[in-house]
């Protein structure tokens, strides 16, 4: 079955660092997605991104975050300086049009 | 602004009973809605999904149910095992392949 493999599993960082968070979605799905989950907290959208532009963002992504798709296989997820507020699992999907969402194992990412 | 909420939030049962866990959300025009398995640290697996035109979709021991009109979503499972403890979580698609918003997830514990 098709996978969104996310990479690295574990990340940890120097507060005001910047990160790249790393996605393979399924190959021919065309909408793709960030989520956080604070430990303990709900899962939480970040961004959908769809035709090479940002289709929607919650107020979380502000202008510290930014997406890209630098190549027909990966998306990536930026975080310029990192803050202690940072640290969650960050979930990346992707899905077809009307078939539901596929979800990769996550990056924990630990800002110190 | 939709909201998900599941109850109860953590459930205990011993192995063979079979149980309901419950989503209710307050936008009634959700385009599908999708459950979720989540283990401790681990990602997001896709178990049902749930589309606007449907009442219910099964899976093995799985069923899932979606009254839109009540904003209610329930999942079934039969004959619990052990190998069932997980959070479950419930998220409603708003629509146009946008985002999806999370329940705050039930706590599953099945016992010997």
């Known amino acids: 079955e098709p996978e969104v493999t996310q990479t690295p599993s574990h990340q940890v960082t120097q507060m005001g660092q910047e990160v790249i968070l790393r996605c393979v979605p399924i190959?021919?799905?065309?909408?793709f997605y960030w989520y956080r989950q604070i430990l303990g907290q709900k899962v939480e959208f970040l961004v959908s991104?769809?035709?090479?532009?940002?289709s929607e963002k919650s107020e979380i992504f502000d202008d510290q975050f930014s997406v890209e798709r630098p190549d027909g296989s990966n998306f990536t997820l930026k975080i310029r300086s990192t803050k202690l507020e940072d640290s969650a699992m960050y979930f990346c999907?992707?899905?077809?049009w009307g078939f539901g969402y596929t979800f990769g194992s996550g990056t924990r990412l630990t800002v110190v | 602004k939709q909201e998900v909420t599941q109850i109860p939030a953590a459930l205990s049962v011993p192995e063979g009973e079979n149980l309901v866990l419950n989503c209710s959300f307050t936008?009634?025009?959700?385009?599908?809605l999708q459950w979720f398995r989540q283990d401790p640290g681990k990602g997001l697996t896709s178990l049902l999904l749930?589309?606007?035109?449907?009442r219910e979709q099964t899976s093995g021991r799985l069923n899932a149910s979606l009254d839109k009109s009540s904003g209610r979503s329930t999942l079934y499972i039969a004959a619990s095992q052990p190998g069932d403890s997980a959070t479950y979580l419930c998220?409603?698609?708003?629509?146009?392949?946008?985002?999806?918003?999370f329940g705050t997830g039930t706590r599953l514990q099945v016992t010997l």
């Open positions: 999907a992707s899905s077809e």
């Open positions: 936008d009634s025009a959700i385009y599908n």
């Open positions: 749930i589309q606007s035109s449907q």
């Open positions: 998220a409603a698609d708003t629509g146009t392949a946008s985002k999806l918003t």
């Open positions: 190959s021919n799905h065309l909408y």
């Open positions: 991104f769809y035709n090479n532009e940002i």
